[in-house]
């Protein structure tokens, strides 16, 4: 079982931003699982059995996002296989299925979008991975206790309610039979 599998089932907004955070702590750190060990697991208030499995699932993303590249920059295959399903979701949603209430959400958001993805140019991602991109931007600008501009801000709090229905949807569609949780 995974350390986020929780997250996984329940938000998988929550759950992609969490592997983020993750992915990077493991590059702020070298990658190296005794500094891990001191800033992430020798902390925790847990039995020996659980912080052996923590111990064990971070190595297992370290040994992941070493096989897979990722030392400098990406995300792990599995992040990337829920962000495709997102974007196809967000399709679905908006374009086949004209959902009133998520497609006004997402007009509420698409100006944040819109100028992200002016700015990423050849390089911008779809409009959800946009979102995603925005919202932990914002939490590391303010982990970094900088400042976030009023208009970045609303920006960020419409994707984020964005995000939010669309995790709603995917936790239903989860649901479905024949739909596996990988």
């Given at each position: 079982m995974?350390?986020?599998?929780d997250?996984k089932?329940?938000?998988?907004?929550?759950?992609v931003?969490s592997?983020?955070?993750?992915?990077?702590?493991m590059?702020?750190?070298?990658?190296d699982?005794?500094?891990l060990?001191?800033?992430?697991i020798?902390p925790?208030?847990?039995?020996?059995?659980?912080?052996?499995?923590v111990?064990?699932?971070?190595?297992?993303v370290?040994?992941?996002?070493?096989?897979q590249?990722?030392?400098v920059r990406?995300h792990l295959s599995?992040?990337?296989?829920?962000?495709t399903?997102?974007?196809?979701?967000h399709?679905?949603?908006?374009?086949?299925?004209?959902?009133?209430?998520?497609?006004?959400?997402?007009?509420?958001?698409?100006?944040?979008?819109?100028?992200?993805?002016?700015?990423?140019?050849?390089?911008?991602?779809?409009?959800?991975?946009?979102?995603?991109?925005a919202?932990?931007?914002v939490?590391?600008?303010?982990?970094?206790?900088?400042?976030?501009?009023?208009?970045?801000?609303e920006?960020?709090?419409?994707?984020?309610?964005?995000?939010?229905?669309l995790?709603?949807?995917?936790?239903?569609?989860?649901?479905?039979?024949?739909?596996?949780?990988?």
């Amino acid at each position: 079982m995974g350390l986020l599998d929780d997250k996984k089932r329940d938000n998988i907004a929550s759950y992609v931003i969490s592997m983020w955070h993750i992915e990077d702590l493991m590059r702020a750190n070298d990658f190296d699982m005794d500094k891990l060990e001191e800033l992430l697991i020798a902390p925790m208030d847990a039995d020996e059995k659980v912080r052996a499995e923590v111990r064990g699932w971070y190595a297992g993303v370290v040994t992941r996002m070493k096989e897979q590249g990722l030392q400098v920059r990406g995300h792990l295959s599995e992040v990337e296989e829920v962000l495709t399903e997102l974007e196809y979701l967000h399709t679905t949603l908006h374009d086949v299925l004209n959902d009133s209430e998520y497609d006004q959400l997402y007009a509420a958001a698409e100006p944040g979008i819109t100028a992200l993805q002016r700015q990423a140019d050849e390089n911008a991602d779809g409009p959800i991975t946009t979102c995603f991109t925005a919202i932990y931007g914002v939490m590391v600008l303010r982990a970094r206790e900088q400042a976030v501009s009023e208009s970045t801000a609303e920006a960020e709090q419409h994707m984020r309610k964005l995000l939010e229905r669309l995790s709603q949807h995917y936790k239903q569609m989860r649901k479905l039979p024949g739909i596996s949780m990988n």
